[in-house]
């Protein structure tokens, strides 16, 4: 299971040794055979009309007008067969626009990748180690001999492992299945596509539980890709081979009821509920390990990664201090990369790590923006008056979500950099910076930026989030002043899952909850909803909350947030359940009050009337 490879399995690379083809000279032939077999058909039909009308003109056979016809009608059924082929090759290739081949890709130094690529499960280079059971648990489940239910939850805290075993279940499964990670929320065809594979499925939904998909018009992961994807699984033909759907989340239960919520009561559900209801969960704790096995762990890993780096020093030690007792593999992992990439001893402490780690991926940022090129921009704008704008607009495009240009465009130019400008060349200079941001992530295709995060793993992104917004609190007000709903509920997310993993980051989620748009209170508290730990990031919204001016809270408890409270079980919301009911119970009285007086009035009206 160790090791870097550049093969993956037969079939799941996109390009693999099963491609079928392009299809492009397919439909040029079924062109070809339709137009030439309808020139046949036309032309027999004109000669039997011309040989009985005017015999004198074409003396030619039966046989002859029959053969044309026949050669025709051949022609066109031959464009109807390509058709269906050709069809069928478009959903056997859509898996790879949908599935992610987990087959591990080798890091070249040369392309300049960054040290957070080696740390994420698809890429890393530490062999797969101390999860042998649970593996052995989810293939035995694959193959339905463990459990015949198709739907799995595996959950478990962040940094435990659970992405690298569901990929590491997906690479087991060899080329007799067809595995990987879902990239994006196409459910109605994704089951044909594996049907016509012919081949059993295993389809990973990781981070299942996040709000953060803003390529649709939904405002969470759970609405447009989980239940989506289990309606459909519900609906999918019968006759084809088994597909098991693993789900990758923090808290299995809270899970289940944000999806019950999603569904609603309707009757046609119930099926849909029943696939999440009934599923098994896999819950992951960080392995047991001795002293001399976290020493082992590390010297492996540091091994592993001082292989890969090209640039790392000469005299990196082989061995080191490993991490304490209750810190996660990542962190063992994070702390291994650090010698690897230092020479030296590696801090304990993840604060410190994540420190080192991004001092050499601001590096890699501003390498990149100095050299950054592109069809009508010959140099990035701005950047030797403002050294810091690289990791600003990673900063922007964290927030905002990587995947739509316009929207980040909007949002970076807000960057102190920016200013003074002109609304046309304030975009001109954006748009160059969102370029080369989404280039320096490795492309621009849907399926290429959905397949990893921009900082990953997520703690590190959590960290990088806390500490940058903690640093400039004027720059925070600026980037959450230009979020739309849909990228204020991302924001929110984002926010609520950086303060359930540092504390410190509770005080950037109340300012932005405190702040103007009702929106953002009302992404807060979605996005709580899923937390394996909502009691740390619930009484930062309940703040932020307090907080808002009596006019804007007003129109956000009349908003949907309070119908979204008044359902959610208050033991995950407690305090913010208590503002949103106090103020509810406020504006109630203030109403009855306000209909009291009127009704007064009234009656005072009428004696003076009567006078």
Request: glycine share 10%; hydrophobic share 45%; proline share 6%.
């Given at each position: 299971m160790g090791g870097v490879s550049g093969v993956g399995r037969r079939g799941t690379g996109r390009g693999g040794w099963d491609d079928p083809g392009a299809g492009k000279g397919l439909r040029i032939a079924a062109g070809v055979a339709m137009w030439g077999g309808l020139a046949c058909v036309l032309a027999g039909v004109a000669g039997f009309f011309v040989r009985e009308s005017r015999p004198r003109v074409w003396h030619g056979s039966w046989w002859q007008i029959g053969g044309l016809i026949a050669v025709g009608l051949a022609g066109i059924m031959v464009d109807e067969g390509i058709g269906r082929h050709v069809r069928r090759i478009e959903r056997f290739l859509a898996y790879r626009t949908m599935l992610e081949n987990p087959g591990r890709t080798s890091v070249h130094p040369d392309a300049d990748p960054g040290v957070f690529r080696l740390l994420s499960p698809l890429h890393s280079p530490v062999p797969f180690r101390d999860r042998e059971d649970e593996l052995a648990r989810l293939r035995a489940w694959c193959d339905g001999e463990a459990d015949p239910h198709p739907v799995l939850l595996?959950?478990?805290?962040?940094?435990?492992?659970?992405?690298?075993?569901?990929?590491?279940?997906?690479?087991?499964?060899?080329?007799?299945?067809?595995?990987?990670?879902?990239?994006?929320?196409?459910?109605?065809?994704?089951?044909r596509a594996l049907r016509d594979r012919g081949r059993p499925a295993l389809v990973v939904v990781d981070d299942a539980d996040i709000c953060s998909d803003l390529d649709s018009h939904m405002h969470s992961r759970v609405r447009a890709d989980v239940v989506p994807l289990l309606d459909a699984f519900r609906r999918r033909p019968q006759d084809g081979p088994p597909v098991r759907l693993l789900f990758v989340v923090r808290h299995a239960e809270r899970f289940r009821a944000v999806v019950s919520e999603e569904l609603g009561q309707d009757h046609r559900s119930r099926d849909t509920r029943y696939l999440i209801d009934e599923a098994s969960v896999l819950d992951l704790a960080p392995p047991v390990l001795d002293r001399a096995a976290r020493a082992e762990r590390h010297a492996q890993a540091l091994a592993a990664f001082t292989a890969v780096l090209g640039d790392a020093p000469a005299d990196a030690p082989r061995a080191a201090a490993p991490a304490p007792d209750g810190q996660t593999l990542l962190d063992l992992h994070a702390q291994a990369l650090v010698t690897a990439l230092t020479g030296g001893p590696a801090p304990h402490a993840f604060e410190d790590i994540a420190a080192v780690l991004f001092e050499r991926e601001r590096d890699r940022w501003r390498r990149g923006a100095a050299s950054f090129t592109a069809p009508g921009v010959a140099a990035l704008p701005g950047l030797s008056d403002h050294p810091e704008l690289p990791e600003r607009v990673m900063l922007a495009m964290l927030l905002n979500s990587h995947r739509e240009y316009v929207a980040a465009t909007h949002l970076v130019e807000r960057l102190?950099?920016?200013?003074?400008?002109?609304?046309?060349?304030?975009?001109?200079?954006?748009?160059?910076?969102?370029?080369?941001?989404?280039?320096?992530?490795?492309?621009?295709?849907?399926?290429?930026?959905?397949?990893?995060?921009?900082?990953?793993?997520?703690?590190?992104?959590?960290?990088?989030?806390?500490?940058?917004?903690?640093?400039?609190?004027?720059?925070?007000?600026?980037?959450?002043?230009?979020?739309?709903?849909?990228?204020?509920?991302?924001?929110?997310?984002?926010?609520?899952?950086?303060?359930?993993?540092?504390?410190?980051?509770?005080?950037?989620?109340?300012?932005?909850?405190?702040?103007?748009?009702?929106?953002?209170?009302?992404?807060?508290?979605?996005?709580?909803?899923?937390?394996?730990?909502?009691?740390?990031?619930?009484?930062?919204?309940?703040?932020?909350?307090?907080?808002?001016?009596?006019?804007?809270?007003?129109?956000?408890?009349?908003?949907?947030?309070?119908?979204?409270?008044?359902?959610?079980?208050?033991?995950?919301?407690?305090?913010?359940?208590?503002?949103?009911?106090?103020?509810?119970?406020?504006?109630?009285r203030a109403e009855a009050k306000k209909e009291r007086r009127r009704k007064w009035d009234q009656r005072w009206q009428a004696l003076l009337k009567r006078a």
């Amino acid at each position: 299971m160790g090791g870097v490879s550049g093969v993956g399995r037969r079939g799941t690379g996109r390009g693999g040794w099963d491609d079928p083809g392009a299809g492009k000279g397919l439909r040029i032939a079924a062109g070809v055979a339709m137009w030439g077999g309808l020139a046949c058909v036309l032309a027999g039909v004109a000669g039997f009309f011309v040989r009985e009308s005017r015999p004198r003109v074409w003396h030619g056979s039966w046989w002859q007008i029959g053969g044309l016809i026949a050669v025709g009608l051949a022609g066109i059924m031959v464009d109807e067969g390509i058709g269906r082929h050709v069809r069928r090759i478009e959903r056997f290739l859509a898996y790879r626009t949908m599935l992610e081949n987990p087959g591990r890709t080798s890091v070249h130094p040369d392309a300049d990748p960054g040290v957070f690529r080696l740390l994420s499960p698809l890429h890393s280079p530490v062999p797969f180690r101390d999860r042998e059971d649970e593996l052995a648990r989810l293939r035995a489940w694959c193959d339905g001999e463990a459990d015949p239910h198709p739907v799995l939850l595996l959950a478990g805290a962040g940094g435990v492992g659970k992405s690298r075993l569901a990929l590491e279940l997906a690479r087991a499964l060899g080329e007799d299945w067809t595995a990987g990670r879902l990239l994006s929320a196409h459910t109605h065809t994704v089951f044909r596509a594996l049907r016509d594979r012919g081949r059993p499925a295993l389809v990973v939904v990781d981070d299942a539980d996040i709000c953060s998909d803003l390529d649709s018009h939904m405002h969470s992961r759970v609405r447009a890709d989980v239940v989506p994807l289990l309606d459909a699984f519900r609906r999918r033909p019968q006759d084809g081979p088994p597909v098991r759907l693993l789900f990758v989340v923090r808290h299995a239960e809270r899970f289940r009821a944000v999806v019950s919520e999603e569904l609603g009561q309707d009757h046609r559900s119930r099926d849909t509920r029943y696939l999440i209801d009934e599923a098994s969960v896999l819950d992951l704790a960080p392995p047991v390990l001795d002293r001399a096995a976290r020493a082992e762990r590390h010297a492996q890993a540091l091994a592993a990664f001082t292989a890969v780096l090209g640039d790392a020093p000469a005299d990196a030690p082989r061995a080191a201090a490993p991490a304490p007792d209750g810190q996660t593999l990542l962190d063992l992992h994070a702390q291994a990369l650090v010698t690897a990439l230092t020479g030296g001893p590696a801090p304990h402490a993840f604060e410190d790590i994540a420190a080192v780690l991004f001092e050499r991926e601001r590096d890699r940022w501003r390498r990149g923006a100095a050299s950054f090129t592109a069809p009508g921009v010959a140099a990035l704008p701005g950047l030797s008056d403002h050294p810091e704008l690289p990791e600003r607009v990673m900063l922007a495009m964290l927030l905002n979500s990587h995947r739509e240009y316009v929207a980040a465009t909007h949002l970076v130019e807000r960057l102190p950099g920016f200013e003074g400008l002109d609304r046309d060349r304030a975009w001109t200079e954006t748009y160059a910076w969102v370029r080369w941001a989404l280039a320096l992530h490795g492309g621009t295709r849907t399926a290429e930026r959905m397949a990893e995060p921009w900082i990953g793993p997520e703690r590190f992104t959590n960290w990088f989030l806390t500490t940058r917004l903690r640093a400039e609190p004027e720059l925070f007000d600026r980037l959450q002043s230009g979020l739309t709903m849909r990228r204020a509920e991302h924001a929110a997310a984002l926010l609520c899952r950086a303060c359930e993993d540092f504390p410190e980051a509770g005080e950037n989620l109340r300012r932005f909850v405190a702040a103007a748009p009702p929106g953002h209170g009302y992404g807060a508290l979605r996005a709580a909803l899923t937390l394996a730990h909502p009691e740390r990031v619930d009484p930062w919204i309940a703040e932020g909350l307090r907080k808002l001016e009596p006019e804007i809270r007003t129109a956000f408890t009349n908003s949907a947030v309070y119908g979204l409270a008044r359902v959610t079980d208050p033991e995950l919301l407690p305090r913010s359940f208590a503002v949103l009911a106090g103020t509810y119970q406020q504006l109630k009285r203030a109403e009855a009050k306000k209909e009291r007086r009127r009704k007064w009035d009234q009656r005072w009206q009428a004696l003076l009337k009567r006078a």
